[in-house]
């Protein structure tokens, strides 16, 4: 089992998830605190992990590594500024049921205790939808290009980004805190999600412990959510749906020839990935604090594209655990070489390691012998 | 007929679309003619070398070569320790060339041996592997430049000792090549102000009376370029440019008449990255400064949006495509911020409409061209049957 | 003395694919060389023309000469250099190409340059008008008037063919000229025209090696005729003292042996079905017609299946019946179950126990209780990347709903356990060496992987069963074993059964009746236990079975006059 998984593994995931250790065992030498370190990990593992799970269907699927998701993710930017935009108005409306219906405890709990929630929940509701939508054309759209979807999805996540450049400064949205001040409308471009639904997810069930010895914070309730989420994908892959998906990705020919229709299935695995990366990134945002428009999801791809290689996917093979281990080991790195290569060197090298791992963890995966598709 | 009449518009679609938007544009920005003229001459001067590199690889069926930045980089290298050697002017200028042709061809090897490993997504692996040696790129400058390769000149470096500062002023070759054979095109009142302006003479001086205002041709560059189409023209008649195209179109049977075809492929790839090398220096004495950690990564895509905007495709260019592209790309570029200002008051909405355009544009051609082979494919399988078959 | 063959032998794995070959060839002579598919050609090819194959496996037995001198070629750059040229079946031209520039791949005419001094010839320009008069030259060394000019991919399909032949007439030195099966893809008059054009060039000194199924072209081209058999040479004669029927027999053998063969179970009421070439000369009373229907009904079907194109197909298959289709390789048997199926784009009629079945849909056969195992086993017949358990059950669980739990159309997920549980009954019952029913596919020997495709069939209980070259690539023990095993189904469930194989001894062995294809057409369908030379004949083209069923009196005659030959 063990040695079978490091034979899978393959030689770059082990030389990087010793490399992640050796930081780990480096840091108390550099001052660097492995609680924090560790806490760190564990908040941005939270923060990405749904954007990484959202390349399980098109993998699996056969649509290759989804360089598109900045497509799902827009879909999210969408549902998080028209939460905020719409908020008063969802809430008042949900006021009004509660007086209609004679709910007063509506009113109580959900507005007064559980607005946060509700905003977070708008969100995703409305992001969803859109996403399904888009990820259906975008999924038509890859049925028709079969053998270049990668390169193709590159830059239907580019032309969309910047296609939406336009639309945030023209869109007319109208709340004080999301567009400039100075020209009363179009949108800025970072949003700040405090009074709305900042840390929603990550401070439910937050374990914080902060004593002199122990800086701990483990944000229980995001990574509750992404359990959430990585389950429901466990099961979609294990129904009949999800199992036809996977043969269409592990053999087309076979799939149509048991009667599979190869590019239903492809189109519905565009369309989950797509919605996943919706929830992904207002996941994201609630813990990072920040809704980041404009150029903001431009390169938004090629992290979560590096994080599940990295846990041991290929172009045509992904599961949870190598989403898990993935976005584990990248995000480790991404928290670790700052702190601890700075303290070591006096410099930030951690872009630079974030370009070389990322990249070479795709170019590893791409130039790897696959089974001759037809 | 009728096929071929939809083959003709459907290759021409895009540059009559951008044709079209720039009618439109052009009035809407209010700029002059000369002032146009002016900044599309400096353009083409600037950009057309990097736009041709692309050629040769598109000839050998490896698609759009986004690893050109590659090739960049090196330029880039040459021109740093110029600079930190205080070599200006054309010796300058050719010194960085020759430091640069090393390292390009070193990284035009790598890249092609990477893209023979990834047949069929050349062009999504050359894309990763722009970031990559960008990655190890900024590695070199930003740690080991100063550090332990030698660049002694405090201007050059971070505060902190090592390291190239984010913009590096190219004044000792700035405009060199542009200005080596002046040349100004003056309407007949323009000419005495010109002559104040510089406080010099040209060495070539035509007047056309309908011209208002002066324009400067950076003829030397224009004269590279030309000379640059002629090896493209030479280069397609030789016995390795045919091993090219028979190769874009059929590895196998290339490969079974004995072209070496990995080789060849290689070969094209390094061909292109020398030349985006030089490219990339032409294009910075234009600018006179260099961006040290951005200048290369928009060159890539910048250049094959100007040439899928000419009316190329992924496997097919030609140098016509070029210069239209070149054309038309950067009017779009001059007037569409001034365009949008004036017609919806925000230049930031023209800002982002070329961005959008370049993305775009390319992932049209990609599409269409997956499309077109797909299409191709099954028509192939279809014809096998022949006449005789049933319904 | 231009080529000399003796005692040339291969072994692949302790598998003799050619053993004993000796002949040879003179200048300006034209040699036929006929065999059924796995007989040894490409094996023979193979090792004249250097290929690597060869060598990697342990090179071959006996010695080739070349002008009386032994050669060993390991490259096919060392066999065109000796002057041996091949044209293959496959077009290998580039298709944006003008005819010259394909004529002329790679051995461009260059212009010298200073510059290929510095470098190398690559760096020299072309010279064109050079390029084209040899082109020229070439083309009309054939007597076909093509403009050099011309690009490959608008050409008709002819021409391509004669732009092949011109690349090899071209190379200077080329004096042994390979043909594979030229005239296949080219119109009767474009095959008059080349069968001119090589006896043309052979007056010129150019030896030429004739590879076809169509023997009335062998005999009218050849002055020898060779036939290949199971690795053997059969027969080395002039091309006048055999009969067609005679190298029909060769090709596919006489009968040795009593051996037990499966009778016509009915009588279909189309009685040209079954009608045999002793039938054919003895019309016996019509027989009474039974009112049986048939389970498949095919009529007029082509079939889009690249290399194996189906042009118009029809035929009947009795309930319970096994049914054969052969023929050569790439005359459309396989395209006949895989466009029956669904899998490549096809037209006509097919019914199903009377009624119509749609085509081009492969769940609509799978619906209709239609089963099939394809040729392509590792690309089309399985999941390398999934065990065991996935492959045998998953066509069943996403046609007919089994395997799964929950509600349907709701939410339904597999269930794993009764997966694997049907798996380990196929694992056993089939006797799969394996390790269990969670092994990957892509870890079992081909005999085994053939069962684990056997076993998905099976799993569909279905009503009809199409199996594609059951036993290619498979060992002999594991072959029996596949055929018994259908054999055996046949008996128990009553099922019909559709095989399609290369080899002819194994339909025979396990049909009840047998349809040879030949061209994308059906050229007759015979009981099994009809003379293997009648099988041969229907191979070579040479009945010519319209789809009205008309018998083709000339070809009758032929048969006459060769049985009497045979018998004397």
Same mark, same amino acid.
């Given at each position: 089992?063990?040695g079978r998984?490091i034979q899978?593994a393959?030689?770059p995931?082990i030389?990087?998830?010793l490399?992640?250790l050796?930081?780990?065992?480096?840091?108390?030498?550099?001052g660097?605190?492995v609680?924090t370190?560790?806490s760190n990990t564990l908040?941005?593992?939270g923060m990405?992990?749904?954007?990484?799970l959202?390349?399980i269907?098109m993998?699996?699927a056969?649509c290759?590594?989804n360089?598109?998701?900045?497509l799902?993710?827009?879909a999210g930017?969408?549902?998080?500024?028209?939460s905020?935009e719409?908020n008063t108005?969802?809430l008042?409306?949900l006021?009004?049921?509660?007086t209609?219906y004679k709910?007063s405890?509506l009113?109580?709990?959900?507005?007064?205790?559980w607005r946060?929630a509700?905003g977070?929940?708008?969100a995703?509701?409305i992001?969803v939808?859109?996403?399904?939508?888009?990820?259906?054309?975008?999924?038509?759209?890859?049925?028709r290009?079969?053998?270049?979807?990668m390169?193709?999805?590159?830059?239907v996540?580019?032309?969309?980004?910047?296609?939406m450049c336009i639309?945030?400064l023209l869109?007319p949205y109208?709340?004080?805190?999301m567009v400039w001040g100075y020209a009363?409308?179009?949108l800025?471009t970072?949003?700040s999600?405090?009074?709305?639904?900042l840390?929603?997810l990550?401070?439910?069930l937050?374990?914080?412990?902060?004593?002199?010895?122990i800086?701990l914070?483990i944000p229980t309730?995001m990574?509750?959510f992404f359990?959430?989420?990585?389950?429901?994908?466990?099961?979609?892959?294990?129904?009949?749906?999800?199992?036809a998906m996977?043969?269409?990705?592990s053999?087309?020919?076979f799939?149509?020839?048991?009667g599979v229709?190869?590019?239903?299935?492809r189109?519905?695995a565009?369309?989950?990935?797509?919605?996943l990366?919706?929830?992904g990134i207002?996941?994201?945002?609630?813990?990072f604090?920040f809704i980041?428009?404009?150029?903001g999801?431009?390169?938004?791809?090629l992290?979560a594209?590096?994080s599940?290689l990295l846990?041991g996917?290929?172009v045509?093979?992904?599961?949870?655990?190598?989403?898990?281990?993935?976005?584990?080991?990248?995000?480790g790195?991404?928290?670790m070489?700052?702190?601890?290569i700075?303290?070591?060197?006096?410099?930030?090298m951690?872009?630079?390691?974030?370009?070389?791992?990322?990249?070479?963890?795709?170019?590893?995966a791409?130039?790897?012998?696959?089974?001759a598709?037809r | 007929m009728?096929?071929?009449?939809?083959?003709?518009?459907a290759?021409?679609?895009?540059p009559?679309?951008?044709?079209i938007i720039?009618?439109f544009?052009?009035?809407?920005s209010?700029?002059?003619a000369?002032?146009?003229?002016?900044?599309?001459?400096?353009?083409i001067g600037?950009?057309?070398f990097?736009?041709?590199?692309l050629?040769?690889?598109?000839?050998?069926g490896?698609?759009?070569?986004?690893?050109m930045v590659?090739?960049a980089m090196?330029?880039?290298i040459g021109?740093?320790?110029?600079?930190?050697?205080g070599?200006v002017?054309?010796?300058?200028?050719?010194l960085a060339?020759?430091?640069?042709t090393?390292i390009?061809?070193?990284?035009?090897?790598f890249?092609?041996?990477?893209?023979?490993?990834?047949?069929?997504r050349?062009?999504v692996?050359?894309?990763?592997?722009g970031?990559?040696?960008n990655?190890?790129?900024q590695?070199?400058?930003?740690y080991?430049?100063?550090?332990?390769i030698p660049i002694?000149?405090p201007?050059?470096?971070?505060?902190?000792?090592y390291g190239?500062r984010?913009a590096?002023?190219?004044?000792?070759?700035?405009?060199?090549l542009?200005n080596?054979i002046?040349?100004?095109?003056?309407g007949t009142?323009?000419?005495?102000?010109f002559f104040?302006a510089?406080?010099g003479?040209?060495f070539?001086?035509l007047q056309?009376?309908?011209?208002?205002g002066?324009?400067?041709?950076?003829?030397a560059?224009?004269?590279?370029?030309a000379l640059?189409c002629?090896f493209?023209?030479?280069?397609?008649?030789?016995k390795l440019?045919?091993?090219?195209?028979?190769?874009?179109?059929?590895?196998?049977?290339?490969?079974s008449a004995?072209i070496p075809?990995?080789r060849t492929r290689?070969?094209?790839?390094v061909i292109?990255t020398?030349l985006?090398c030089?490219g990339?220096?032409?294009?910075l004495q234009?600018?006179?400064?260099l961006?040290t950690y951005?200048s290369?990564d928009q060159?890539?895509?910048?250049?094959?949006?100007?040439?899928?905007?000419g009316?190329a495709?992924v496997s097919r260019?030609?140098i016509?495509?070029v210069?239209?592209g070149v054309i038309?790309f950067?009017l779009?570029?001059?007037?569409?911020?001034v365009?949008?200002?004036?017609?919806i008051?925000d230049?930031?909405i023209?800002?982002?409409?070329r961005?959008?355009?370049s993305?775009?544009i390319?992932?049209i051609?990609?599409v269409?061209?997956?499309?077109k082979?797909?299409?191709e494919r099954?028509?192939?399988?279809?014809?096998?049957?022949?006449?005789?078959?049933?319904? | 003395?231009?080529?000399?063959l003796d005692?040339?032998?291969? +072994?692949?794995y302790?598998?003799r694919?050619l053993?004993?070959?000796?002949?040879?060839?003179d200048?300006g002579?034209i040699?036929?060389?006929?065999g059924e598919n796995?007989?040894?050609k490409?094996?023979?090819?193979?090792?004249?023309f250097?290929?690597?194959?060869?060598?990697?496996t342990?090179?071959?037995?006996?010695?080739? %000469?070349?002008?009386?001198?032994?050669?060993?070629?390991?490259s096919p750059?060392?066999?065109?250099a000796a002057?041996?040229?091949?044209?293959?079946q496959?077009?290998?031209?580039?298709?944006g190409?003008?005819?010259t520039?394909n004529i002329?791949?790679n051995?461009e /005419?260059?212009?010298?340059?200073?510059?290929s001094?510095?470098?190398?010839?690559?760096?020299?320009t072309?010279d064109r008008e050079?390029?084209?008069?040899?082109a020229?030259?070439?083309?009309n !060394?054939?007597?076909?008037n093509?403009s050099p000019d011309?690009i490959?991919?608008?050409m008709p399909?002819?021409?391509?063919? =004669?732009?092949e032949?011109a690349?090899?007439?071209?190379r200077k030195?080329t004096?042994?000229?390979?043909?594979d099966?030229p005239t296949?893809?080219?119109?009767?008059s474009?095959a008059?025209?080349?069968?001119?054009?090589?006896?043309k060039?052979?007056?010129?000194?150019?030896?030429?090696?004739?590879?076809?199924h169509?023997l009335s072209?062998?005999?009218e081209? *050849?002055?020898?005729?060779?036939v290949l058999?199971?690795?053997?040479l059969?027969?080395? %004669?002039k091309a006048e #003292?055999?009969t067609?029927?005679?190298?029909?027999?060769?090709m596919?053998g006489?009968?040795?042996?009593?051996r037990?063969?499966? %009778?016509p179970? +009915?009588?279909p009421?189309?009685?040209?079905?079954t009608?045999?070439?002793s039938?054919?000369l003895?019309?016996?009373?019509k027989?009474?017609?039974? @009112?049986?229907?048939p389970?498949? @009904? /095919?009529e007029?079907?082509?079939?889009?299946m690249p290399?194996?194109?189906?042009?118009?197909?029809?035929?009947?298959?009795?309930?319970?019946e096994?049914?054969?289709?052969?023929?050569?390789?790439g005359?459309?048997?396989?395209?006949i179950?895989?466009g029956?199926?669904?899998l490549?784009?096809s037209g006509?009629r097919?019914?199903?126990?009377?009624?119509?079945?749609?085509l081009?849909?492969?769940r609509a056969a799978?619906?209709?209780?239609?089963? =099939?195992?394809?040729?392509?086993r590792?690309?089309?017949?399985l999941?390398?990347?999934?065990?065991?358990?996935?492959?045998i !059950?998953?066509?069943?669980?996403?046609?007919?709903?089994r395997?799964?739990f929950g509600?349907p159309?709701?939410?339904?997920?597999r269930n794993?356990?009764?997966?694997s549980? +049907?798996?380990?009954k196929f694992i056993?019952?089939?006797s799969i060496?394996?390790t269990g029913?969670?092994?990957?596919?892509?870890?079992?020997?081909?005999?085994?992987?053939?069962k684990?495709?056997?076993?998905?069939a099976?799993?569909?209980?279905p #009503?009809?069963?199409l199996i594609?070259e059951?036993?290619r690539?498979?060992d002999?023990?594991?072959?029996?074993?596949?055929?018994?095993?259908l054999?055996?189904?046949?008996?128990?469930?009553g !099922?019909?059964?559709?095989?399609t194989?290369?080899e002819?001894?194994?339909?025979?062995?396990v *049909?009840?009746r047998?349809?040879?294809?030949?061209?994308g057409?059906?050229?007759g369908?015979?009981?099994?236990?009809?003379?293997?030379e009648? =099988?041969?004949?229907?191979m070579m083209?040479q009945?010519?079975?319209n789809? #009205?069923?008309?018998?083709?009196i000339e070809?009758?005659?032929v048969n006459v006059?060769?049985?009497g030959?045979?018998?004397?």
């Amino acid at each position: 089992m063990i040695g079978r998984f490091i034979q899978n593994a393959g030689w770059p995931r082990i030389i990087i998830a010793l490399f992640l250790l050796g930081l780990f065992i480096a840091a108390p030498f550099v001052g660097v605190r492995v609680d924090t370190s560790l806490s760190n990990t564990l908040v941005r593992f939270g923060m990405n992990g749904v954007m990484v799970l959202a390349m399980i269907p098109m993998v699996q699927a056969g649509c290759g590594l989804n360089f598109g998701l900045p497509l799902g993710i827009i879909a999210g930017l969408l549902g998080a500024t028209l939460s905020i935009e719409w908020n008063t108005e969802i809430l008042a409306k949900l006021v009004e049921l509660g007086t209609v219906y004679k709910i007063s405890w509506l009113n109580e709990v959900f507005v007064t205790n559980w607005r946060a929630a509700l905003g977070f929940a708008s969100a995703i509701i409305i992001a969803v939808p859109i996403a399904a939508v888009l990820g259906w054309f975008y999924g038509k759209l890859l049925n028709r290009v079969k053998g270049d979807e990668m390169m193709i999805a590159t830059y239907v996540g580019f032309s969309s980004v910047s296609f939406m450049c336009i639309a945030w400064l023209l869109l007319p949205y109208k709340h004080p805190t999301m567009v400039w001040g100075y020209a009363g409308r179009g949108l800025r471009t970072t949003i700040s999600v405090e009074g709305y639904w900042l840390h929603v997810l990550s401070d439910a069930l937050a374990l914080d412990i902060h004593t002199e010895n122990i800086h701990l914070y483990i944000p229980t309730g995001m990574l509750i959510f992404f359990a959430v989420m990585a389950f429901l994908v466990w099961v979609f892959m294990r129904t009949k749906t999800g199992t036809a998906m996977t043969a269409v990705g592990s053999n087309p020919d076979f799939a149509r020839a048991s009667g599979v229709n190869v590019d239903r299935m492809r189109t519905i695995a565009v369309v989950m990935s797509t919605i996943l990366g919706a929830v992904g990134i207002i996941v994201y945002e609630q813990s990072f604090g920040f809704i980041q428009l404009y150029m903001g999801p431009f390169y938004m791809a090629l992290p979560a594209v590096a994080s599940i290689l990295l846990g041991g996917a290929s172009v045509n093979k992904a599961g949870i655990l190598n989403v898990v281990v993935g976005t584990f080991l990248f995000q480790g790195i991404l928290t670790m070489t700052p702190s601890v290569i700075n303290s070591y060197l006096q410099t930030d090298m951690s872009e630079v390691i974030r370009l070389i791992v990322s990249n070479g963890m795709i170019l590893y995966a791409l130039t790897r012998k696959v089974r001759a598709g037809r | 007929m009728i096929r071929r009449l939809f083959d003709i518009i459907a290759n021409n679609a895009v540059p009559a679309v951008f044709i079209i938007i720039s009618a439109f544009a052009i009035p809407l920005s209010g700029y002059s003619a000369s002032y146009l003229i002016q900044e599309l001459l400096t353009r083409i001067g600037r950009n057309s070398f990097l736009i041709l590199s692309l050629l040769i690889p598109i000839m050998a069926g490896m698609g759009l070569n986004f690893g050109m930045v590659l090739g960049a980089m090196a330029g880039q290298i040459g021109l740093l320790f110029i600079c930190d050697w205080g070599i200006v002017g054309i010796p300058g200028i050719v010194l960085a060339c020759l430091i640069g042709t090393p390292i390009a061809i070193i990284l035009g090897i790598f890249c092609g041996h990477v893209l023979n490993r990834a047949k069929g997504r050349e062009m999504v692996t050359s894309y990763i592997l722009g970031f990559f040696i960008n990655g190890v790129y900024q590695m070199v400058v930003l740690y080991l430049m100063g550090w332990i390769i030698p660049i002694t000149n405090p201007a050059l470096l971070l505060s902190r000792g090592y390291g190239v500062r984010n913009a590096v002023s190219l004044l000792g070759i700035r405009g060199i090549l542009d200005n080596l054979i002046p040349t100004v095109i003056t309407g007949t009142q323009g000419a005495g102000q010109f002559f104040n302006a510089q406080g010099g003479n040209p060495f070539i001086l035509l007047q056309i009376p309908l011209i208002d205002g002066s324009i400067r041709i950076p003829l030397a560059t224009l004269i590279v370029i030309a000379l640059f189409c002629v090896f493209i023209i030479w280069f397609r008649k030789t016995k390795l440019g045919q091993d090219m195209r028979a190769i874009g179109q059929n590895q196998a049977v290339s490969d079974s008449a004995g072209i070496p075809v990995n080789r060849t492929r290689i070969i094209a790839i390094v061909i292109s990255t020398v030349l985006a090398c030089y490219g990339q220096i032409i294009y910075l004495q234009n600018m006179g400064t260099l961006n040290t950690y951005n200048s290369h990564d928009q060159a890539g895509m910048f250049s094959i949006a100007a040439l899928l905007i000419g009316g190329a495709s992924v496997s097919r260019a030609s140098i016509a495509n070029v210069f239209l592209g070149v054309i038309l790309f950067h009017l779009m570029f001059i007037v569409a911020p001034v365009a949008g200002k004036n017609l919806i008051g925000d230049a930031q909405i023209g800002e982002y409409f070329r961005v959008f355009v370049s993305y775009g544009i390319i992932a049209i051609a990609l599409v269409l061209h997956a499309w077109k082979r797909n299409r191709e494919r099954e028509a192939a399988r279809r014809s096998l049957r022949g006449n005789k078959g049933g319904e | 003395m231009l080529l000399r063959l003796d005692h040339v032998g291969k +072994e692949f794995y302790g598998n003799r694919v050619l053993s004993d070959i000796s002949f040879d060839i003179d200048a300006g002579e034209i040699i036929g060389l006929v065999g059924e598919n796995g007989a040894g050609k490409s094996t023979l090819l193979n090792i004249l023309f250097g290929m690597p194959v060869i060598a990697s496996t342990g090179g071959y037995e006996g010695t080739v %000469q070349v002008d009386g001198k032994t050669v060993h070629f390991t490259s096919p750059n060392q066999a065109l250099a000796a002057g041996i040229g091949m044209v293959h079946q496959e077009f290998s031209l580039i298709p944006g190409f003008t005819a010259t520039e394909n004529i002329l791949l790679n051995r461009e /005419v260059l212009r010298g340059s200073s510059m290929s001094y510095v470098f190398s010839d690559r760096v020299s320009t072309l010279d064109r008008e050079a390029m084209n008069s040899r082109a020229i030259t070439a083309i009309n !060394t054939l007597g076909v008037n093509i403009s050099p000019d011309m690009i490959v991919s608008e050409m008709p399909v002819g021409y391509k063919q =004669f732009i092949e032949i011109a690349r090899e007439i071209d190379r200077k030195n080329t004096r042994l000229l390979f043909l594979d099966e030229p005239t296949a893809v080219l119109t009767e008059s474009e095959a008059e025209i080349l069968i001119t054009a090589l006896k043309k060039l052979a007056r010129s000194g150019i030896a030429i090696v004739f590879i076809s199924h169509r023997l009335s072209e062998v005999k009218e081209l *050849c002055s020898r005729i060779l036939v290949l058999r199971d690795g053997r040479l059969i027969t080395d %004669q002039k091309a006048e #003292d055999l009969t067609t029927r005679q190298i029909a027999s060769f090709m596919v053998g006489r009968e040795s042996e009593k051996r037990e063969v499966q %009778q016509p179970i +009915e009588i279909p009421d189309n009685p040209i079905d079954t009608i045999s070439a002793s039938e054919m000369l003895n019309p016996s009373p019509k027989k009474k017609r039974k @009112k049986i229907r048939p389970a498949l @009904k /095919v009529e007029h079907l082509w079939v889009d299946m690249p290399g194996e194109t189906v042009r118009d197909v029809s035929f009947d298959v009795m309930k319970g019946e096994i049914f054969g289709i052969g023929g050569l390789a790439g005359h459309g048997k396989l395209g006949i179950p895989n466009g029956i199926m669904g899998l490549y784009p096809s037209g006509g009629r097919v019914k199903l126990f009377g009624k119509r079945l749609i085509l081009n849909k492969p769940r609509a056969a799978l619906g209709r209780k239609m089963a =099939f195992v394809s040729e392509d086993r590792r690309g089309v017949g399985l999941l390398l990347d999934e065990p065991l358990d996935w492959n045998i !059950t998953f066509t069943a669980m996403q046609t007919q709903g089994r395997f799964l739990f929950g509600i349907p159309f709701i939410f339904q997920m597999r269930n794993e356990r009764a997966m694997s549980k +049907e798996a380990q009954k196929f694992i056993d019952q089939l006797s799969i060496k394996c390790t269990g029913p969670h092994q990957l596919a892509s870890e079992l020997s081909g005999g085994n992987q053939q069962k684990v495709c056997l076993a998905k069939a099976f799993v569909l209980k279905p #009503d009809i069963l199409l199996i594609c070259e059951p036993t290619r690539g498979i060992d002999i023990g594991a072959k029996t074993l596949v055929l018994d095993t259908l054999r055996e189904y046949n008996r128990e469930n009553g !099922t019909t059964i559709i095989i399609t194989s290369s080899e002819l001894e194994e339909l025979r062995s396990v *049909c009840n009746r047998v349809a040879i294809v030949d061209e994308g057409k059906i050229a007759g369908i015979l009981p099994a236990s009809s003379p293997a030379e009648d =099988f041969g004949m229907l191979m070579m083209g040479q009945t010519k079975n319209n789809n #009205d069923n008309n018998i083709d009196i000339e070809n009758v005659n032929v048969n006459v006059n060769g049985e009497g030959e045979i018998s004397a």
